[in-house]
């Protein structure tokens, strides 16, 4: 069953560096998502992007992020200068044509 | 942001026995409802979801409710089994929009 993947699994970082966290969705999808979800709270939506460009995002999304789609088959997001309350699981997904999600197991970021 | 709610953090249940999830919503305008299950260190796991031109949606073991005017969905799981233990997630969609609300998550614990 196709799934979507997500690399690196677990991120160290220290405050101030780049992160890059790396996606591939399921290969005939079209929408792709960054949601993350800091330990102990919800699951919070970061940002879809659809056609090569972004289409919604939230407020939590704010310059310091950013998405690629840099071939046909990664979805990256990269924080630039990361801070301490960036810490948390960010969780890729990717859906077809319906509105169903399909997330990847996630990346785990600490920045110390 | 509540527009999204699962009021209750836990819920136990015996194996064999009934799983009540409930999940209360506040915009009216959400007419897509999907329910996941996330094990820990892992991404959620799509279960089942249904469009609000229905009131029910049923596969296998899980069955979704939807009332519109009570703005309220529970999923059913009969008959419970330790394999179910897992915190559900009821998210919900704009149609037209791609930004998936979450609720809070139900740590659901199935005893033998």
């Known amino acids: 069953e196709p799934e979507v993947t997500q690399t690196p699994s677990h991120q160290v970082t220290q405050m101030g560096q780049e992160v890059i966290l790396r996606c591939v969705p399921i290969?005939?999808?079209?929408?792709f998502y960054w949601y993350r979800q800091i330990l102990g709270q919800k699951v919070e939506f970061l940002v879809s992007?659809?056609?090569?460009?972004?289409?919604?995002k939230s407020e939590i999304f704010d310059d310091q992020f950013s998405v690629e789609r840099p071939d046909g088959s990664n979805f990256t997001l990269k924080i630039r200068s990361t801070k301490l309350e960036d810490s948390a699981m960010y969780f890729c997904?990717?859906?077809?044509?319906?509105?169903?999600?399909?997330f990847g197991p996630g990346t785990r970021l600490l920045v110390l | 942001d509540q527009q999204v709610k699962q009021n209750s953090p836990s819920l136990s249940v015996q194996e064999g026995r009934i799983s009540i999830l409930n999940c209360d919503y506040t915009?009216?305008?959400?007419?897509?409802f999907l329910w996941y299950k996330k094990y820990p260190a892992e991404g959620p796991t799509f279960l089942i979801s249904?469009?609000?031109?229905?009131d029910k949606n049923e596969d296998g073991r899980f069955t979704v409710f939807l009332n519109k005017s009570a703005k309220h969905l529970s999923l059913h799981i009969v008959p419970s089994q330790p394999g179910d233990s897992a915190v559900y997630f009821c998210?919900?969609?704009?149609?037209?929009?791609?930004?998936?609300?979450f609720g809070a998550g139900t740590r659901l614990t199935v005893k033998p």
């Open positions: 998210a919900a969609l704009l149609q037209g929009a791609n930004d998936m609300r």
């Open positions: 290969s005939n999808h079209l929408y």
């Open positions: 992007f659809y056609n090569n460009e972004i289409s919604e």
């Open positions: 249904i469009s609000s031109i229905k």
């Open positions: 997904a990717s859906s077809g044509v319906q509105e169903t999600q399909y």
């Open positions: 915009n009216s305008m959400f007419d897509y």
